[in-house]
């Protein structure tokens, strides 16, 4: 007799989180795909925050839509308003959004201490999963760089690039390389460096931070000015037709250790 009433009970939860799904679906689609999809933000922010907040009306548990909700305010700098939304999408639906929290805190706001306590919680309670094309150690290992942790930062990097290039088809990627040279350039290990410079430049050739970096090492090493300034050279002319970090953000925000060049 238990038992039957422990299986009715399962049938009926189960039954009721099917339940909920399928009315979130519904007011996602009215409210966001029908609507606040129909505006753009950076100049209708008050129709696509009108029609996110009217779907909350109905059910403020739905987490898209307070993600949605912070989405164009990161973008716009306008950090702390953002964060107040997203940590709610967190609240309801922590596996979906806490690596996007995790990652706003790393590369948007750039609070580092932050950012590493929760991409720690993502990987103690999901694994080290991936958010934004990187596992959560990689960008842990930003962060580290840039609270000037290196030793840290080297060793997390470190095992990110191995995993990629062990277990992940040896697809290596210019930015994990180019990020574990910054934490060899930072801890004076040069000629290590540029070997990582090297292996990022092979895949992107024309990837100019990783050049700029890698001039800095030469000269440090003692090789020709000649060599080191015709690289550095070589950085600048790139950069200036738009080849540097890659990633899909570096349109909303400057990468850690990515060369701002004046050239006026």
């Given amino acids: 007799m238990i038992k039957i009433i422990i299986s009715l009970f399962l049938l009926m939860f189960s039954w009721l989180n099917y339940s909920q799904a399928k009315n979130q679906e519904i007011i996602i689609q ?7 999809l129909r505006y753009n933000y950076n ?27 912070a989405m164009p305010y990161f973008k716009a700098r306008k950090y702390e308003m953002g964060m107040q939304y997203i940590s709610k999408a967190v609240l309801y639906n922590s596996e ?25 919680e993502c990987i ?7 958010v934004m094309d990187h596992t959560y150690s990689f960008y842990i290992g930003i962060c580290y760089l840039q609270l000037n942790k290196f030793d840290k930062a080297e060793k997390v990097l ?29 801890l004076k290990k040069w000629d290590e460096a540029i070997i990582l410079f090297d292996k990022a430049l092979k895949i992107y050739p024309n990837f100019s931070d990783a050049k700029y970096y890698k001039s800095i090492c030469m000269a440090r090493l003692g090789f020709s000015s000649k060599d ?6 070589e950085a600048k002319e790139d950069a200036k037709l738009g080849f540097t970090i890659n990633e899909d953000n ?5 990468y850690p250790y990515q060369v701002r060049w004046n050239f006026k």
């Fill in 30 to 36: 009215e409210y966001a795909t029908n609507c606040a």
């Fill in 43 to 69: 100049y209708q922010m008050s129709e696509w925050q009108s029609c996110l907040d009217n779907g909350l009306k109905k059910d403020s548990t739905v987490a898209y839509l307070w993600q949605q909700k």
């Fill in 96 to 120: 979906e959004w806490l690596p996007y929290r995790a990652f706003i805190k790393c590369i948007f706001s750039k609070t580092y201490e932050e950012a590493i306590l929760d991409f720690e």
């Fill in 124 to 130: 103690k309670k999901y694994g080290n999963n991936y």
């Fill in 158 to 186: 470190k095992e990110y690039n191995d995993d990629i290039f062990l277990n992940r088809q040896q697809l290596e990627h210019p930015t994990a390389l180019f990020y574990y040279g910054i934490a060899k350039y930072e």
């Fill in 228 to 233: 080191s300034n015709n690289l550095f050279n």
């Fill in 250 to 254: 570096t349109i909303y925000e400057i």
